[in-house]
């Protein structure tokens, strides 16, 4: 189908919400981008390795066998929970939103505002991370996504807000768009669980402040027939510091989209990724970091592992412009192929245009250690448990991004679930 | 500080020593030669593709194959994804064939050539002439010393004006000759390999070229003849506006050996000129082709006026079992480079091996770098490249390793460096690494930072300037890839490194 009738179709299975002025203008802003681009098809190079027609396609989402409504897997973290069923705000089972340091609307309510805080905010970074590299399905999320939150942050806050996804209807399709501001010398812990829907748009957009800090951890849900797209769009200022955790297990086509801008001097911006999978899972991490001002550091460690005709992709690039001097820019993407019908594919990028900087970055891929694995099975440790003992190993370089431990635990238990389903199935 | 200075100094390598004091000496390649030419109308089409075909004498299948390949050319739109900038070519504004016109009549020796071209490659020095067997002498895996010759084609604009030490590679069973008189000669082994490595289809400018080339080399080993000298080719562009596409096609039949030699220059011109050659490498079963190239076509002025474009496509096909090929370039010339020497590697246990390194000063752009294609189980690749940048250059390295499911056990390795000099100038890296089997391993690293503080200044505490420091950290930093040059090679490279980076610091 061509291009542009494929994004004609899409289009008008959606309509523009009534809103506020400046709601509407960056809706519109968005839509004409949408149209006058179109969605993303096989034959761009930012496409290569991730077919888009899942994402694209106006049809409904084949009925997904979802396995049950799972709770979130922050149950027992002492949190502020937000909750989304099928895509929309479920008031009675979030908690209390009215909360010292922090002010949370939903997008629905806040774009009906004339004068809300996020008027500057919402669309805004979407909007300037559609060069170099178009990004027309954020687009579609701009122009049409009626749910989401408006986060400001403007004290520390010790609680993390949790985000859970509900899914109860198996042919859902949603769009969600949420604006974060997180104010100067604020900091904040977002968690997001869930499965949200069978096909997925999410969006998030990060204002990070003088001195502030952002700490995110997700975990997509683990149903075979997940399909998803999320777009996370992050601004850093001076001093501030941000740190994005994703772990997909399972899914039949996961693209997770990074944009981050460094605008500051002295900030940090970390990213990683655990993705495991099997059963025609596609999983694609596609980065960008661009460093705009000196004196900055950014991390990328994303880890794969891949089993049963499973696909995993990586395109990651690390862009220091010119006078960005003493950046340390550092990347590496792995890849961990259980068996040999699988494949990972990746595109490490490097652009840089300022000369007293430090930037590597490093790609591997290959099968479980040998020798690693005779080791431990000549001390008796049993085959089946020798392996998931190094695949953990594998996976920890990332895990170890997260600062807090009591999440990384559960993040940990839930790759040995993983494994464990692995041995069964 | 004098050039005396530097004699006197101990422990400083001389060999560096002597490549910085050549420094002074700009681009000196960029005189050009004042030949009697004759030229075929600007612009490509039937007529032009069916004239250079008559020129060379060529059968019906080739001017047939050339006008299939116009034909497909005219439905291509050039490629735009390289991370290069230039004015848009105006493909009909050029001449795409250009002779001296002393060589109307073929000449039967070397004696017949035009003094004033004889004159051209001395200056090139190049020993064209039997007499210079170059300097540089082997010790061989026996420990016996042997003279080491080095049999040269040498392509002038569109025509190679002479080979020499044929009857010697004869007697071998070598076959080395210019590519028209390999079409003329040897029609079977040109129509079995011409374009199988490299399809009429493969790309923009190879789909030119196979409808434009005039003239290029052609190698073909029998089986278990290790070639007993190294062959060279130099490429040179002297006429204005003209286009320069030539062809090398190496055959190395099973079990036999060959190094290979490529050498560019072109004089100091305002315009642009556009090069577009294509070198297909057929390697079988047990065979070895060492291909190294060393680009200096001009690069253009110190603000990026003239220079040539340079958009090649290399390619060597492994086709049997344990073959093995090495490309190893050193890229220091163009306005514009664009190239990609890549390895399929079809045969089991077959090899592929890259290094680079590419230098680019004041406003050059190069693209570059290689594909690994695993087909066969075993298969071993490694890539070295490394990547100098200084001025307000821009330095690409684009590369892509990809295992097939098929590929089993196979294993690469790749490592990219690049190295900037100044705070104008970029250097990206983009490599494309695809893994479709487990039991191959892929290990991808790259690195960018700038001449080390700490290095120069211990360079200067001992004296040495600014510059001649910077070679020598230079010189180091490209060590890897020098060393895998044939000998007489490395030391031209050494000193190419230097002249590159000349004016780019202080």
Not at chain 2, 200 to 218: E, I, P, R, W
Request: net charge negative; glycine share 6%; aromatic share 8%.
């Amino acid at each position: 189908m061509p291009k542009t009738n494929l994004t004609e179709q899409k289009i008008s299975s959606y309509s523009l919400p009534t809103e506020a002025s400046w709601a509407i203008k960056s809706r519109k802003s968005a839509l004409n981008w949408l149209e006058t681009t179109g969605l993303p098809n096989r034959r761009d190079e930012y496409w290569k390795n991730t077919d888009p027609s899942y994402f694209n396609t106006i049809k409904k989402p084949e009925r997904n066998k979802i396995d049950y409504v799972e709770n979130s897997i922050f149950e027992n973290i002492d949190r502020i929970n937000i909750v989304f069923e099928d895509g929309y705000f479920n008031a009675s089972k979030s908690d209390e939103l009215l909360l010292k340091g922090i002010e949370i609307d939903t997008i629905s309510v806040a774009n009906q505002k004339d004068n809300h805080w996020s008027a500057n905010y919402f669309g805004v970074l979407e909007k300037s991370s559609q060069v170099p590299v178009e990004r027309t399905l954020a687009s579609l999320n701009t122009a049409f996504a009626v749910e989401g939150l408006a986060i400001r942050i403007t004290d520390k806050i010790d609680k993390p807000i949790s985000i859970t996804y509900l899914h109860t209807n198996d042919t859902s399709d949603v769009l969600i768009h949420h604006v974060i501001k997180i104010e100067k010398n604020a900091s904040v812990t977002i968690l997001e669980s869930g499965g949200v829907a069978s096909r997925s748009n999410c969006l998030m957009e990060v204002f990070v402040c003088e001195n502030a800090e952002f700490d995110h951890v997700r975990v997509q849900g683990r149903s075979h027939e997940k399909i998803a797209v999320t777009h996370l769009f992050a601004n850093l200022l001076k001093d501030s510091s941000m740190k994005s955790f994703t772990l997909t297990v399972n899914g039949k086509s996961i693209r997770n989209e990074y944009v981050v801008d460094i605008n500051g001097e002295n900030s940090k911006a970390h990213l990683g990724g655990a993705a495991v999978g099997d059963r025609g899972f596609s999983q694609d991490d596609t980065i960008f970091v661009s460093h705009n001002n000196p004196n900055c550091e950014s991390r990328q460690v994303f880890k794969k592992v891949l089993r049963n005709g499973a696909k995993g992709v990586f395109q990651g690039k690390i862009l220091v412009k010119d006078g960005a001097q003493k950046t340390d820019g550092y990347q590496i993407s792995q890849g961990l192929m259980l068996d040999d019908d699988s494949s990972f594919l990746a595109k490490p990028e490097l652009e840089i245009y300022a000369d007293d900087v430090i930037c590597s970055h490093g790609s591997t891929c290959g099968e479980i250690d040998n020798a690693a694995l005779f080791y431990l099975t000549s001390r008796g440790i049993p085959m089946a448990e020798a392996q998931d003992m190094l695949v953990l190993a594998f996976l920890n370089d990332a895990i170890e991004e997260i600062s807090d431990e009591s999440i990384r635990t559960i993040i940990g238990s839930r790759l040995k679930d993983w494994m464990v389903k692995r041995h069964k199935s | 500080m004098s050039n005396t200075d530097t004699y006197e100094r101990e422990g400083v390598d001389q060999d560096t020593v002597e490549a910085v004091r050549t420094v002074g000496q700009k681009y000196k390649y960029g005189f050009s030669t004042d030949i009697e030419m004759e030229y075929a109308p600007k612009g490509v089409n039937a007529d032009i593709v069916k004239l250079i075909s008559k020129k060379n004498d060529e059968p019906s299948w080739m001017t047939d194959w050339r006008l299939s390949a116009l034909k497909r050319w005219e439905k291509l739109v050039e490629p735009n994804w390289a991370m290069v900038n230039y004015p848009e070519i105006d493909f009909q504004d050029i001449h795409y064939y250009a002779k001296p016109k002393s060589m109307e009549k073929k000449p039967k020796s070397l004696a017949e050539v035009d003094p004033k071209l004889l004159e051209t490659y001395e200056k090139l020095g190049i020993p064209l002439k039997e007499q210079i067997i170059l300097a540089g002498v082997e010790v061989g895996v026996d420990g016996t010393q042997e003279q080491r010759k080095v049999a040269v084609d040498a392509v002038f604009d569109s025509v190679s004006v002479g080979t020499t030490f044929k009857t010697e590679l004869k007697a071998a069973g070598v076959i080395f000759c210019s590519i028209s008189e390999a079409i003329r000669e040897y029609p079977d082994l040109v129509k079995k390999y011409l374009g199988s490595v490299v399809p009429q289809s493969d790309n923009y400018y190879a789909t030119l070229n196979a409808a434009v080339f005039t003239d290029g080399s052609f190698v073909y080993v029998p089986p278990g003849v290790r070639c007993p000298m190294e062959l060279s080719t130099y490429f040179r562009i002297n006429a204005e506006n003209t286009g320069q596409f030539e062809r090398t096609l190496i055959i190395a039949d099973k079990g036999s050996y060959v190094s290979y030699l490529e050498g560019c220059t072109a004089p100091q011109r305002d315009t642009n000129q556009l090069h577009a050659a294509v070198v297909e490498l057929v390697i079988e079963e047990d065979a070895e082709i060492k291909y190294s190239t060393v680009q200096n076509w001009y690069p253009g002025d110190e603000n990026g006026k003239g220079g040539i474009y340079n958009f090649v496509t290399k390619r060597a096909d492994c086709r049997g079992d344990r073959a093995k090929v090495m490309w190893t370039q050193v890229e220091t010339g163009s306005a514009v480079t664009w190239k990609y020497p890549s390895c399929i590697l079809r045969g089991n246990e077959s090899q592929g091996e890259f290094y680079s390194i590419a230098i680019t000063n004041n406003h050059q752009q190069a693209d570059t770098g290689t594909k690994m294609v695993h087909l066969g189980q075993n298969t071993k690749s490694r890539i070295v490249s490394k990547g100098i940048s200084a001025g307000f250059a821009q330095n690409t390295y684009r590369g892509l390793v990809s295992m097939h499911p098929k590929a089993k056990k196979s294993r690469n390795f790749t490592q990219c460096d690049s190295l900037l000099i100044g705070d104008k100038c970029g250097a990206h890296t983009i490599p494309y690494i695809e893994c479709k089997n487990n039991s191959s391993r892929i290990e991808h690293e790259a690195t960018t930072s700038k001449v080390d503080d700490d290095q120069l200044f211990y360079c200067h505490q001992r004296g040495i300037g600014e510059e001649e420091a910077v070679a020598l950290i230079v010189n180091g930093f490209c060590k890897d890839v020098l060393q895998a040059l044939p000998m007489e090679f490395a030391m031209e490279a050494q000193a190419l490194v230097a002249i590159s980076l000349e004016g780019s610091v202080g």
